[in-house]
């Protein structure tokens, strides 16, 4: 994954906030497949194909750019496109290594403005959430009560007790993120500020 440039990051549990991007991607499916799916829902998966087909050449907000164009430098060839024809590229197939150092330039200039666009995007969330946050801060030592929701056979979530605790705060990582931990022998957990509402002073 380094040879990629590929950096491998971990979400706490029970957080999808922290996994946004792909948490997001999951809601188009599920939004997608629940139009389409029968009425038993067993054709989920024969979906899916049709899905990828749309997502691929759909334009995204956040980059203006359709997933194919970033992937490949060129729109996909849609139903469509077979049927009334699709218009080659100029000079495409007589000038092949003309077209591959082309297409080279117009993916590295597709792939710096989508990175553009991508971190105003970023940005502009980041803020919208710094103005609509609480600060809150525990410090190593504090004892908290962690949110931890369960279900058991036979009995209603709505009337059980979703909180863990007391846990002790044993290093902050970050502003959002602590390693807690229930006794000196159990395993620590790291989790995220969110489900650390109580405090047991």
Known sequence: MKILGIKKTRTTALHPQSNGMVERHNITIC???SKFVSENQRDWDKLVPLFLLSYRSSQHESTTYTPSML?????????????LGHPLEENQERYLPEFVENLRERL??????????LKMH???????LDTTSTAIA??????????APKKTKGKSPKLQSNWEGPYTIIKKIND???????????????????RQFFTNN
């Open 31 to 33: 939004h997608y497949l």
């Open 71 to 83: 992937t490949s430098g060129r729109e996909m060839k849609l139903p469509t496109d077979l049927i």
């Open 108 to 117: 590295n200039r597709i792939h710096r403005f989508a990175s553009e666009k």
């Open 122 to 128: 970023s940005d502009k969330m980041k803020q919208r």
């Open 138 to 147: 525990f410090k190593p030592g504090d004892a908290v009560w962690l949110y």
């Open 176 to 194: 959002l993120v602590y390693r807690i931990q229930l006794s000196p022998r159990s395993k620590p957990k790291v989790v995220h500020l969110e």
